[in-house]
């Protein structure tokens, strides 16, 4: 309850702020329309039936893209951090590609994959699965080479050893990885939507701003930012569930 | 009979950039059925090394390392080993009890795995914690832990290096006490790595001091304390300060 109401008293400033705009903002304007004419725009998307297969685009695309993400992520993250010599010689090639800003991928992918679910999904876990990947990698290598020799005077296999020590040793760092890959999707998403213009709330927005329609593009653009919020403290209040068994230290942010 | 341990000119080297960093040489002694064998030395005498040795986690550059006549080549199935750094020993995500069953889990399943690992957790006092994190414990009933982990093996063997050295005096006190006391109730050979002289003495039957770079075996004391041996009375004996005096000046110390 009280962190609840420690949430309210957060988005405080940001209700004011809206309430300053709707009472002494200009009622007629085109380009900053008051707040109180941003949901009847969206109420429109939402009888005309494009609102909600927008939205749901939107959020399967972001889980797909995430889950995908986490995934090459975390078994990449496993294998170079626990080959050293694979580590060393991939280092140079992964510092590049990270470097990467990743919608500049987006056109070699349509180019490669067209206007595919599987080039949305490859676009947006490109740029989400490095956080889970690095976090993974230094998760492994936090490991103690003594439990290591735990593990090895216990008679364990390799496989006991990945099972039992390393995969759940590293989970505090999968979820913190996953954690920052979140926002990230979001807004890659966001983004080749924009680009491809096919199906998403990216798309409604992008038809929006063509058509000159702020008020959608204000409504879409609260929408959006309500579920990015919500996403991210669902996935925090999901990631402090898990880790009530690690030590405290485990879940620094 | 076949001693526990035999090792014979055991030497151990690593080779690194700058050349060859020379830890043990020419260490030779047998751990007969039944003893405490206790190791006391400087810190940087290769205590560590040469329990790693016996463990199997490290092999000898030159000489015989056997356990129970055939030469040791990894980590044997009887013999448990007890790490001086309890909070990486134990996977801290787990709970106690799931700590205690990760060397038999593989083998022992159901109400079987369960009385074996209370009945490890009951010789060393824990059996009212099987469901607590290890990160909510104090160090010494981490520790307890560990020492629970190995007994759940049922050793024939207990390697301990250091085990209480990062432990407060009065914890460590009691936890050798309770060491001893498991050594009477499940009969495991203790080899036992400190370099804390009095420990060495308390707990031994037989003392061997290491000493020098590389270090080898400088003397062997008999222990021939009457037992059981008792944290007040025992430590006030003549023969105890005596002892304690001898392996002092082995060791190399100066007063």
Known sequence: MLALAN???GFLPLVIAIGVWQYAGDKESALFPPPATWWPAIADLIAADTFFPALNATLSLIGLSLAAASLVGFVLGLVIGTLPGFRHWTSLVLEYLRAL??????????LLLGYTMTMKVSVIAFAAFWPVMLNTIAGVSQIHNLTFDVARSLRMTWFETLSKVVLPATIPSLLLGIRIALPQSVVVTLVVEMFTGESGIGSLMIAA????????????LAVMGLFGYGLTAAFSGLERAILRRWPLSASAS | MVPIFELEDVSLSYELAGGARNVLR????TVSDGEILTFCGASGTGKT???RIMAGLTRQTGGTANFRGAPIDGPANDVAIVFQDYSNALLQWRTVGRNVALGIERTLKGTELKDRVMDALRLVGLEKNVNDYPWQLSGGMQQRVQIARALALKPSVLLMDEPFAALDAMTKASLQDELLNIRDKTGANIVFITHDIEEAVYLGDRVAVLRGTPSTVEQLFDIALPKPRNQITTRELPEFLALRHQIHDAIGGHS
């Open chain 1, 209 to 220: 701003q063509r058509n000159f329609n702020a008020a959608e593009v204000f409504g879409l």
């Open chain 2, 26 to 29: 020419n260490i030779s002694f």
């Open chain 2, 49 to 51: 090394s040469l329990l």
């Open chain 1, 7 to 9: 949430a309210a008293k």
């Open chain 1, 101 to 110: 800003p990743p919608p500049v991928i987006i056109p070699l992918a349509v």
